[in-house]
């Protein structure tokens, strides 16, 4: 990402739990403001940068709107029919 310049049509991020960087402490970096206007950069105009988390996360949110994206907040289950846990989607729009 951080090489390309409107090279994306869209970036998909499904690493840790989402936006906290559980796993490993150098994912902290994808979801910081540096790194998604790093996203951003890299996107095509009208490019889509989509992230999963397996909860909600307002600060991400803002973080997002910050580095000049058009959110749109997906909410689904794990298990479409059968339920399960509820997961969150962030996909957010080059504008």
């Given at each position: 990402m951080e090489s390309g310049r409107s090279a994306y049509d869209?970036?998909?991020?499904?690493?840790?739990?989402?936006?906290?960087?559980?796993?490993?402490?150098t994912?902290?970096?994808l979801y910081s403001l540096s790194g998604l206007?790093?996203?951003?950069?890299?996107?095509?105009?009208?490019?889509?940068?989509?992230?999963?988390?397996a909860q909600p996360d307002e600060n991400f949110t803002r973080r997002l709107r910050k580095?000049?994206?058009e959110v749109n907040e997906v909410?689904?289950?794990a298990r479409r029919a059968r339920g399960g846990a509820r997961h969150i989607i962030w996909?957010?729009?080059?504008s």
């Open positions: 869209a970036i998909l991020l499904d690493v840790d739990n989402g936006p906290h960087a559980l796993t490993r402490k994912n902290e970096k206007g790093a996203a951003y950069a890299a996107l095509h105009p009208q490019g889509v940068l989509a992230a999963w988390s580095a000049g994206f909410h689904v289950r996909v957010a729009a080059r």
